[in-house]
């Protein structure tokens, strides 16, 4: 059965840093796109960063960009969220979902398993 979990959120104050974690089961995560994506009350899902599985390019979106990374251990079969400089716009609840595919895709409808999220609020 394949599976996804994530896990590392938490209550932060503004301009600190957390690192979520998407542990994989069931399959072998190198294979597959991975990608992080968030929502927040009364918005939509919108994606974070993404993780190619051909050659392990990252993708962040515009929002995150020169303050999130993402990172894959091929050995742990965990794709890593490294959040610094953390914003209250960055409060969502952060999911984690795979896709087979080669290259990242920021189309949350693209992705085939989800995990069940993790919140993450900023605040003082």
């Known amino acids: 059965q394949l599976q996804l979990v994530e896990s590392g959120g938490g209550l932060v104050q503004p301009r600190g840093s957390l690192r979520l974690s998407c542990a994989a089961s069931g399959f072998t995560l190198v294979y597959y796109v991975i990608g992080w994506f968030r929502q927040a009350p009364g918005k939509e899902r919108e994606v974070v960063s993404c993780?190619?599985?051909?050659?392990?390019?990252?993708f962040h979106a515009d929002s995150v960009k020169g303050r999130f990374t993402i990172s894959r251990d091929n050995a742990k079969n965990t794709v890593y969220l490294q959040m610094n400089s953390l914003k209250p716009g960055d409060t969502a609840v952060h999911y984690c979902a795979s896709t087979r595919r080669d290259y990242c895709t920021g189309y949350a409808v693209i992705y085939d398993y989800w995990g069940q999220g993790t919140q993450v609020t900023v605040s003082s």
């Open positions: 993780i190619s599985s051909s050659d392990g390019s990252p």
